[in-house]
């Protein structure tokens, strides 16, 4: 608080001096509502030169909004689409979009500013009391609904006819269901959908790089490979749905390091091959750390230990990442030795 | 042509053109009546009523933007080839949605600007309602007459979160597919039906090639229809019940005190729309929002580590992250509570926010309309349940973020996690203790300062050399809105015996009511606030201290 | 970080590019000189494994043995190459000093280009392994961005982000950031798998592939890289967004309001 904004005679001396006739009015009741305290004039409402000063105000800030407007346009028909400039602090950016948004922006904000600075300054300040009236009707409006209500139930004969009645609600009742078949239309029965993927035996394992069958001398010792199965390419029709299902992770280890006797068997020397979608919700999992041989999943930190049998070791996925069992074909390349058998992916009520 | 169809005398020729066009509509829209009793409207003035206007604005924001963008996007998942001017991109398969997405950024002229916009003003509209719905949580203003206007605003806000997340998917970016993903793998979940729900909401097996033209549907007219009319809803009853105002002189349960609609607040909240627009229009032009070029299109065999949802989906990202992941197979079948149990708590947490106005009067009993406001302090219980309910919502919050966490202070993601887990328990039971006790305290403070007055800060010498702080009484406005609340006795288990000594069976309801209600009430959950008689005793004694 | 990177990069071709020549002429020399010269060849390329022992029995045999065997403090080096040293010192983070944190992070660089090739000369010697990579397999030229985003995505993004700007990993390990991080280290590191990152050999991502994904990260998250809707918020997606709308959005539409709504000075107070 800055001195002046205690005036002298306000000062603790003069304060003690007034107390015992404080300020309040009812000596009945001392927290009794005193009501509206009286109208305070602003500079505006007693100085013209003030008045006009904000109305000044007010006309710069329509007339700074005009001009934005125009500048918009200008920037629209001027500015090339793919303009880069330089903004300190932000960056590189777009020249087309920052012109246009901060004179949008200014256009808008000054109407807006305008206008409130307009009912700030030079409209009435008055404090209005607006009385409430209680919602709730008046005992003779509740009590002639009441009787127009049971006249009205009473001529339809609703109580007395039951059979029109139950046979109405019947009727109220089953047409929705028409809807709900029609909904029907909307996908397929799941039927075994979910259990299926595209690899089967005899399918070559193709690095998602290079597009090419993958040889087991390709994979390295704590090297990191993608693959999908062989003859489903990217501009397949389906290839969304096969490879939300098919994406595979390739990761070799020592055989010497690998825990579970079935991940060990259903390698080829060392090579382990997983489903790359998580089996929490579907993410697509493969923060492969090479030294732990952990995967993580980036969406919800599910974490697998591939070097025994990819089982959860931290977070919500609910089991391991399915297991494709590999060999090498007479060519010398990776091959699936048949689908995965268990469904991959998210666990569902089916999969038991 | 109105005038000449209107056979009133009066107005022909005569009245100003301004004046025959209201008379011809009101001869037909009955315009009068409606504007006798709303013109002059009176609106109470603070800034924490204009939180429900922030929403509002937001909303017309992203309607018209939105219609703008329908304009350009083409809600297909065909794919094709980019050919634009991103050049990243060049050559890449991707789908129509992504591609036309990237055309109304980079080959529009001002798309991306109405992109922005129309996403910041997503994010702004859910945490201004977010933070409205806190505002009329903690002051009470939920309370009869307006308990079907919080509902309509917690549906606003719920539609609003299912709005949002349909809209973000509709570019068919690698980010918002990651969700979409999510979504799917917890519809797999639920019990029994749970692939059949999956099955059809994606037209067969993920990601299929319907759910962007199903969810831009959803998104762009079947809940922004039913949230435009909530809206509608929400303010005719804001009108009807006309505004709650906070305790103050001259200000009663029977009146409201403010400006008339017409011309001050039809200024001020019309210029308010100007300015919201302007300050979302501002932002969208120095900071970028969702940059789906750099995120690439979406393909399910892809991901990027921070994969995150949009921050009012973040609760429930968190719910799904800390959950340790159970999983039972019996019978053949796999239930996954893992997965499960979060996608039935998400409404849970949501639900309890939505039903407690009719928990609070059950305890209260309370049956009389209120209009003036409580100041959090004043509803200790209340407003601590509530700081516990936020309490709950951000560590969820921080949870969905854990990875982000973890990097940005260099934590193990794996310690986040675990202090989520303990903290989704523990935390809201702290703040709840910690909150009611600091509502306690001022609670005495004001006590305190209407029987003593202020503390002026000034020290003064008695004659006798004895040090005192100098209080300043208050005044009559100050003493009246500070004991202007209306405090609640515990309720009693009525008498067990009636008049004709026939003994009554307490019902378990009424008994947890009774015991509920001194939880709110009792002894040490309020502090009483000073009566007139001890504040005459105090102050025709000797004064202060 | 930036400026670091930039000054290092120029230098350094320049070293490597001296070296591929080197390594030229000697191999020529080997195949067509006269036995005398190959030997002096010989000699220099010799001296310079004689001078990287030296440099390492000082800074690295504490940790990783005396003959680059490894012990319980660090990895054996056998077979490492050139590239792993290149990368692991070029980038700071060898010597690691004391094993503190989850990973040993990137720091400042204490060797100059010419020590660090003397002991990669001297790890290269100690088996056969990836060497440094040339200018050409890194450099822009013919590299294919859009394929590289693609790559990126699948084999990359899951760690390093959309963009390269890094993330989380189990206990405490991060990806890092890729911005301003060499072109040649980001090949290195593809290469030969640093810490917990795996390796992505040539044999399962080409050369050419590298060059794509490189020059891709130069393209999203280059010194030049532009940012079309303004800050670009860390990169991190929706949550720091998410921070945004309600700190400087809401925020600001607040402070907005209680301008509307704040009573207008009246005159008594002056």
Known sequence: MSSQDIPEENLPAEQEHAHGAVSVADEENPFADPGLPPHEHRIQDIDERAAKRSER???????????????????????????????????????????????????????????????????????????????????????????????????????????????????????????????????????????????????????????????????????????????????????????????????????????????????????????????????????????????????????????????????????????????????????????????????????? | ??????????????????????????????????????????????????LGEVCMYSFIIIILTGVYLTLFFH???????????????????????????????????????MRQIHHWAALIFLAGMFVHMMRVFFTGAFRKPREINWLFGFLLFVLGMFTGFTGYSLPDDLLSGTGVRFMEGAILSVPIVGTYLSMFLFGGEFPGHDFVARFYSIHILLLPGIMLGLMVGHLILVFYHKHTQFAGPGKTEKNVVGMPLLPVYMAKAGGFFFLVFGVIAFIAAVAQINPIWAMGPYRPDQVSTGAQPDWYMGFSEGLIRFMPGWEINIWGHTLVLGVFIPLVIFPLVLVAIAVYPFIESWVTGDKSEHHILDRPRNAPTRTGLGVAWMTLYLTLLVGGGNDLWATHFHLSINAVTYFVRIFFFVGPVIAFLVTKRICLGLQRRDREKVLHGRETGIIKRLPHGEFIEVHEPLSQEQLHTLTAHHQYEPAEIGPVVDENGVRRKVGTSEKLRAKLSSAYYGEDNQIPKPTVDEYKEITSGHGHH | MKKLSARRRHPLAAVVVLLLALAATGGLYAAFAPAGKAQADETSQSLTITEGKKLYEVGCASCHGTGGQGSSDGPSLVGVGAAAVDFQVGTGRMPAATMQGAQVPRKKVVYNQTQIDQLAAYIASLGAGPSVPTKDQYGPDGADIAKGGELFRTNCAQCHNFTGKGGALTQGKFAPSLEGVAPKHIYEAMQTGPQNMPSFPDTTMSSKNKKDIIAYLNAVNGDKTENPGGLELGGLGPVSEGLFAWIFGLGALIVVAVWVAARTAKAKKS
């Open chain 1, 57 to 352: 105000v007010v006309a710069l800030l329509f007339t700074v909004s005009m001009l934005a407007t125009v500048a918009f346009i200008a920037s629209y028909l001027a500015i090339p689409h793919d303009k880069s400039i330089f903004v300190f602090p932000i960056g590189h950016l777009s020249a087309l979009n920052f012109a246009l948004g901060v004179t949008l922006a200014v256009a808008l904000f000054c109407i807006g500013a305008g206008a409130v600075h307009w009912a700030r300054t030079l409209m009435s300040d008055v404090e209005v009391a607006d009385d409430r009236h209680a919602i709730e009707a008046s005992p003779e409006v509740r009590a002639k609904v009441m009787a127009d209500f049971r006249q009205g139930a009473a001529e339809s004969g609703l109580g007395r006819r039951k059979l029109i009645r139950n046979t109405m609600f019947g009727a109220m009742a089953m047409v929705p269901l028409s809807g709900v078949f029609l909904l029907g239309g909307l996908g397929p029965a799941p039927k075994d959908k979910l259990r299926h993927t595209m690899w089967a035996k005899g399918k070559r394992l193709v690095n998602m790089n290079t597009n090419q069958p993958l040889r087991p001398e390709d994979v390295a010792v704590g090297s990191l490979t993608f693959a999908k199965p062989d003859g489903l390419e990217e501009t397949s029709e389906d290839f969304q749905n096969e490879i939300a299902k098919a994406a595979l992770m390739i990761v070799r280890l020592q055989p010497d390091n690998i825990k579970d006797k079935r991940e060990l068997d259903w390698s080829h020397q060392g090579i382990v091959a997983f489903s790359k979608i998580c089996t929490h919700v579907g993410c697509p999992i493969s923060l492969y750390e090479q030294q732990t041989h952990h995967v993580l999943c980036p969406c919800h930190q599910s974490t697998f230990d591939l070097s025994d049998g990819a089982r959860v070791i931290f977070g919500p996925a609910g089991h391991a990442l399915p297991q494709l069992r590999i060999g090498v074909d007479s060519d010398g390349y990776l091959e699936a030795l048949g689908d995965f058998e268990e469904p991959v992916g998210p666990a569902f009520w089916e999969r038991g």
């Open chain 2, 75 to 113: 809600p297909s998942m065909n794919e094709v080839v980019y050919h634009g001017s991103y050049v990243p991109l060049q050559g890449q398969l991707m789908s129509e949605a992504f591609n036309s997405t990237l055309h109304i950024s980079f080959d529009v002229r001002g798309g991306l600007l």
């Open chain 2, 1 to 50: 042509m109105s005038t000449a169809a209107n056979e009133s005398p009066r107005a022909r020729g005569k009245a100003p053109a301004g004046e025959r066009v209201a008379d011809w509509a009101d001869g037909r829209l009955g315009i009068y009546s409606l504007a006798k009793s709303n013109m002059r409207k009176i609106f109470p003035d603070h800034w924490s009523f204009m």
